[in-house]
């Protein structure tokens, strides 16, 4: 691999765990687990109700990380389950009286910090940002895509 090429993707890389690290941090002053952190911020930011499937294919968790989230912050009595009606097993995941204040001090100002950050960016830098990232992570999905198969296809032969 060219030594340029190998040198950027490690910055890359440690952009990427730097902001992990951010939302780890604002986890952790929260009191919270990071998929419980997350659950709340997803949960805050749509306007659309989330049940327990939702949150998983949409933010990319594992169904029993997610359930187990959802129970903790049920425990501490900011979420609740509630029936979707049409459904037959099918929760909201939804905001309590005493979550939704939680989120009003500590998910909301995150909320209004990554939108003034984006906004610093022109326009044309925002389109271009995330045109790029969704292209590399296409890119990046492709090829990994390739390994998994190649990876099988020698198993077969062995």
């Not at 995941?93 to 939108?115: H, R």
Request: net charge negative; hydrophobic share 35%; with cysteine.
């Amino acid at each position: 691999m060219e030594k340029k090429i190998e040198e950027k993707l490690v910055f890359l890389n440690q952009l990427y765990k730097q902001q992990d690290d951010i939302y780890r941090g604002m986890a952790a002053r929260c009191g919270l687990s990071d998929a419980s952190f997350w659950v709340l911020y997803a949960v805050t930011e749509s306007e659309e109700s989330y049940s327990q499937n939702d949150l998983c294919n949409a933010w990319f968790f594992p169904k029993q990380t997610i359930n187990s989230a959802i129970n903790n912050l049920v425990k501490m009595g900011f979420v609740v389950l509630s029936q979707i009606a049409g459904t037959r097993n099918r929760k909201a995941v939804e905001l309590t009286e005493e979550g939704k204040a939680f989120c009003e001090k500590n998910i909301v100002p995150l909320l209004k910090a990554e939108s003034k950050s984006f906004e610093r960016f022109s326009e044309e830098e925002q389109e271009l940002f995330l045109t790029l990232f969704e292209k590399q992570l296409a890119f990046l999905r492709e090829e990994v895509d390739q390994l998994t198969k190649e990876k099988e296809e020698n198993h077969k032969g062995e």
